[in-house]
């Protein structure tokens, strides 16, 4: 059940309307827990089997781990959770990945083994439903927050049907003291929900799908060298696809919650404006970010031992963060080359130290363009199929095959990318310091309304089959 399909338009009208008319906060709590199961069996029954089972575990979990004096026992619980979790999200997503690369281990020391092939349906959503429920658990262990006695509450946040399948990653202690009383009934605040969900809807369908998507496939798709200017658009408009793809989903999710009263962060402020690998990752999937700086960069000791022990904590989180996308080496090198990056960061930084001249205009200039031009480039292993690919769109992007390179986009595909970029990049510099909403705050009624319904105009106009969200695969 896509968010850009008649389906849930149909399934979201329905859940709202029974939602504002039931009596009882109870109620309203069982509805939207039934919502949330129903919105994710549609995709595959027995998934919310295996979403029930992971509920139920570290709800129970967490209630003995906190009735626990003792450390080694509540350490024991704590193992229970992280082991299902983990251990389910290991089997489903990396189950094959992992025999596979047994079997290349093997045979490079000339041992002929051929593992079966499990070939499980991946779970979707489980990426982010097993974060979201280890955040419960971890803090419950730490005492940063009491477990819920409510079964019913807890199913409630983890299978809530808006940011259940793609995030944002909700920490259990933002969004459990949410279901103590229901928020009082907001015009406004629904407006502003439905203005996100068009605006998400706008960037998924509108940009993502329709002017952006067709160079990026025709790019990354094509089996032989292209030409330097086609490689670049390509990255360029994959690049600002995944912006607005998973961007989209993200103000949909926030957009519908708080069409039922409930606050999720915001998961993306205006990555492209940033000024360096740091500043990126703390406007890029915030959720996942904040997750494994919290979860595990901390835990492993942070930045508070030696310089090496800290480059060797980054570079495990970021590629953890770059394997939690799908079982591939080209994710993990993607996630690498990003902990590179950082190092890189934080040596520039030490060389520059309180140098004046890095606080003026050009210098912030460069770092955006550096910071810019490097996301891009680790774009390409995120998007490729598989190193060979990668290395030839890189290949390309250098100028190595010149004018043997293959010319696979038209003049008009070149300047839709190109308009698109440049207008997102002066829109993100111009906001990169506020917020969405209070930016739109500024505008006047009849503004804001032009730009709803044009937007909602050119939904319906480019409307297609509904294509899936990119990172409903992770």
């Known amino acids: 059940m896509l968010f850009n399909s008649l389906t849930f338009v149909v399934f979201f009208l329905a859940v709202f309307a029974a939602y504002r008319l039931l009596p009882g906060w109870g109620t309203k709590k069982t509805l939207l827990l039934a919502a949330g199961f129903l919105f994710y069996g549609a995709w595959h029954p027995p998934f919310a089997l295996l979403l029930a089972l992971s509920i139920v575990v570290d709800w129970w979990v967490a209630g003995r781990m906190s009735a626990e004096e003792r450390p080694g026992a509540r350490r ?6 992280l082991t299902v979790n983990l251990g389910m999200l290991s089997l489903f997503k990396y189950g094959d990945f992992l025999l596979d690369n047994t079997r290349v281990l093997f045979a490079a020391c000339g041992i002929a083994y051929q593992p079966p092939h499990l070939g499980l349906l991946l779970p979707i959503g489980i990426s982010f439903y097993t974060f979201e429920a280890l955040s419960y658990t971890i803090d419950v262990y730490r005492r940063e927050i009491k477990p819920t006695r409510s079964l019913r509450d807890f199913a409630m946040f983890v299978s809530f049907f808006p940011h259940l399948v793609a995030g944002p990653i909700v920490r259990a202690r933002d969004f459990l003291h949410q279901l103590e009383a229901p928020a009082a009934p907001s015009a406004q605040r629904t407006a502003w929900g439905l203005f996100l969900m068009t605006l998400g809807l706008f960037q998924k ?9 067709p160079a990026a496939d025709a790019v990354f798709g094509h089996a032989f060298p292209l030409h330097a200017v086609d ?32 606050h999720i962060n915001d998961n993306f402020r205006f990555p492209y404006a940033a000024r360096g690998f740091s500043d990126f990752w703390r406007r890029w999937h915030i959720s996942l970010s904040t997750w494994l700086r919290d979860y595990l960069y901390i835990p492993l000791g942070g930045n508070r031992g030696p310089a090496w022990r800290t480059s060797i904590n980054l570079m495990v989180v970021m ?35 309180e140098a004046a001249w890095a606080a003026t205009a050009p210098a912030a200039f460069v770092g955006w363009l550096v910071t810019f031009v490097g996301v891009l480039i680790t774009w390409v292993f995120f998007r490729a199929t598989d190193f060979g690919g990668a290395m030839k769109n890189l290949a390309s992007m250098a100028g190595v095959f010149g004018a043997q390179g293959d010319q696979v986009l038209a003049t008009r595909d070149l300047v ?49 089959a509904g294509s899936s969200f990119i990172y409903f695969q992770f």
Do not use: N
Not at 76 to 81: D, G, H, N, R, T
Not at 205 to 213: I, K, M, Q
Not at 231 to 257: E, R, T
């Open 76 to 81: 024991a619980w704590l193992a229970v959770s």
């Open 416 to 464: 839709q990318v190109g308009g698109v970029a440049l207008a997102v990049l002066l829109i993100h510099r111009l906001l990169r310091d506020t917020s969405l909403e209070a930016a739109v705050a500024r505008w006047p009624a009849w503004l804001l309304g032009l730009v709803w319904v044009v937007m909602g105009a050119l939904i319906l106009l480019t409307q297609g």
């Open 231 to 262: 490689a670049w658009a390509g990255a360029l408009a994959f690049a600002f696809q995944i912006l607005f793809d998973f961007g989209g989903y993200s103000l949909c999710a926030i957009g519908c919650s708080l069409c039922f009263g409930f």
């Open 319 to 353: 590629l953890l963060g770059g394997l939690w996308h799908g079982a591939a080496w080209t994710f993990v090198v993607w996630g690498g080359l990003h902990g590179l990056l950082l190092l890189a960061e934080r040596g520039v930084k030490r060389l520059v130290g």
């Open 205 to 213: 369908v509108v940009l993502a799908d329709t002017l952006l998507a």
